[in-house]
C-alpha cells in the first residue's frame, strides 16, 4: 500500500480522487486536509482513517480534535505547510482551491514527495520559482488537470519532437454569444457548466476563458515550452482533452468520457494503468467532434496569459488579480464582464518585481489583490 495525503479533499477533485482511491484499493489514506466543509470531512475520517487532519479554522480543528482522539489535528497556512511535509506520507495530492494551495506545492516540494497536482495556481502563481525548487529537489509534479494529463500521456517522453501543444476548451457555457449577451449572465448561469462537473471557482474562470488561459501558463512551465507554441481549439464535446503535434506534422490526440477520475487514475498508476474504468467512450455514441478557433476577444485574454507567463510577478498577479475578480463576482458585487475589465486594468497598473522565494511571492500576491480590490470597489 502506497501512503497518500489527499489535500482539499471535500472539494470537487478531492472528492472524486478518494472515489478513485477507494476503487483502486492500492493507497493508504495518512493525511486529509479541507476548508469548510466539516461534516463531509467528518464523514472522510471515519471512512479513510487518516493518521493526520487539517482544516481551516482552529475551532473547527479543536471541535473535531475532541471527537477523534487518534487523529492529530493542524488548522490555517501553517497547519497546510505541515500536514503536506510529513514523514509518513509519500505522495502528496493537492487539490486545494486556489492561491493557498501553493503552500502545500513548495513543502510538498521541498520535502521531496511526489507532487499530484490539481491545483493549477500552485504553478500560475509559483511559475519559475516552483519549477526551479522541483528541479533542483528533483521532484515530479504529476498533473490532474485533464488537458495535462492529456499533453503528459500524448508526449509520452518524446518532448524534444514536439511543433506545438493544442490545448482544447469546451468553451464554456456562453460559447459562441457576444459580449452583448453577456453582459447580464448570473452567478446561476454560469456555474452550470456544459460538460464538466466542477468547483464554483474554476466554473467562472471557464466561462471567462481565464482557465484557459491559466492553463497555458500551467502547460508552459510542466512541458517547457513557450507560451507561443501552445495554440487552443474550442471542442465543446469535451471528448479531446488536448493534442500534441511533432515536427513530423503527426498529431497525438487523448480522448476519453469527460471524468476527472479519469486524469486522476492515471497520475497516482502512473507509469502502469489499472483496470478500473470510469465509463468506456463511444465514440459512434458521440458521432461528431468539432474544433474552432478561438473568437477575437477571447484570443485578447488567451495572449494576456501567454505574455503573463514570461516573468513570474507577472503570472502571480494575475492569478490573484482573477481570484479577487471571481470572488467579488460570485459574490454578486460585479458584473460577468467586470471580471475580465478588471483583470486587464489590474495588469495595467501592475509594476513587475523580482521573485526568488516564496515570501516574494505571497507579496507580490498581495500586491495584486489590493489593486484588485480597489478596481472592483471602483465598479460596485
Ligand atoms: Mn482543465
Redesign the pocket.
Known amino acids: 500500500m502506497k501512503k497518500i495525503s489527499i489535500l482539499g479533499s471535500t472539494g470537487s477533485v478531492g472528492t472524486q480522487s478518494l472515489d478513485v482511491v477507494r476503487n483502486l484499493k492500492k493507497f493508504e489514506v495518512v493525511a486529509l486536509s479541507a476548508g469548510k466543509n466539516i461534516n463531509l470531512l467528518e464523514s472522510q475520517i471515519r471512512e479513510f482513517n487518516p493518521k493526520f487532519v487539517c482544516i481551516s479554522s482552529k475551532n473547527d480543528a479543536e471541535f473535531l480534535s475532541e471527537k477523534f482522539r487518534n487523529v492529530i489535528f493542524f488548522h490555517g497556512i501553517e497547519g497546510l505547510q505541515k500536514i503536506a511535509k510529513i514523514d509518513e506520507s509519500e505522495i502528496v495530492l493537492n487539490a486545494v482551491a486556489g492561491f493557498t494551495g501553493i503552500y502545500a506545492s513548495v513543502s510538498a516540494i521541498e520535502a521531496g514527495k511526489s507532487l499530484v497536482l490539481a491545483n493549477k495556481e500552485s504553478i500560475v502563481a509559483g511559475a519559475h520559482f516552483l519549477m526551479n525548487l522541483a528541479k533542483e529537489k528533483k521532484c515530479r509534479i504529476l498533473p490532474i488537470?485533464?488537458?495535462h494529463s492529456a499533453i503528459w500521456q500524448c508526449i509520452d517522453g518524446k518532448e524534444k519532437f514536439l511543433r506545438r501543444i493544442i490545448l482544447t476548451a469546451s468553451g464554456g457555457p456562453f460559447f459562441g454569444l457576444g459580449r452583448e449577451n453577456l453582459k447580464n449572465v448570473t452567478k446561476e448561469q454560469v456555474i452550470k457548466h456544459p460538460t464538466w462537473k466542477m468547483g464554483a471557482k474554476i466554473s467562472v474562470d471557464s466561462a471567462t476563458m481565464m482557465?484557459k488561459g491559466l492553463?497555458i501558463i500551467e502547460a508552459a512551465h510542466l512541458f517547457g515550452v513557450p507560451a507561443s507554441s501552445i495554440d487552443v481549439l474550442i471542442h465543446p464535446q469535451s471528448i479531446v482533452h488536448s493534442m500534441v503535434e511533432f515536427i513530423d506534422g503527426n498529431i497525438i490526440s487523448q480522448m476519453s468520457v469527460p471524468d476527472m477520475k479519469f486524469p486522476i487514475q492515471y497520475a497516482l498508476t502512473y507509469p502502469e494503468r489499472f483496470n478500473y474504468s470510469n465509463g468506456f467512450l463511444d465514440l459512434s455514441h458521440v458521432c461528431n467532434l468539432s474544433f474552432y478557433n478561438p473568437s477575437n476577444e477571447t484570443n485578447r485574454i488567451l495572449n494576456l496569459c501567454r505574455e503573463s507567463s514570461k516573468d513570474n510577478s507577472l503570472s502571480c498577479a494575475l492569478n490573484a488579480i482573477n481570484e479577487v475578480a471571481v470572488g467579488a463576482f460570485l459574490n454578486k458585487k460585479i458584473s460577468f464582464l467586470d471580471i475580465e475589465n478588471i483583470i486587464f486594468q489590474g495588469i495595467d497598473k501592475f509594476n513587475p518585481l523580482k521573485i526568488s522565494s516564496l515570501s516574494d511571492i505571497i507579496e507580490c500576491d498581495r500586491i495584486a489583490r489590493e489593486l484588485a480590490n480597489n478596481l472592483v470597489i471602483l465598479r460596485m
Do not use: I, Q
Open positions: 488537470d485533464s488537458e482557465n492553463e
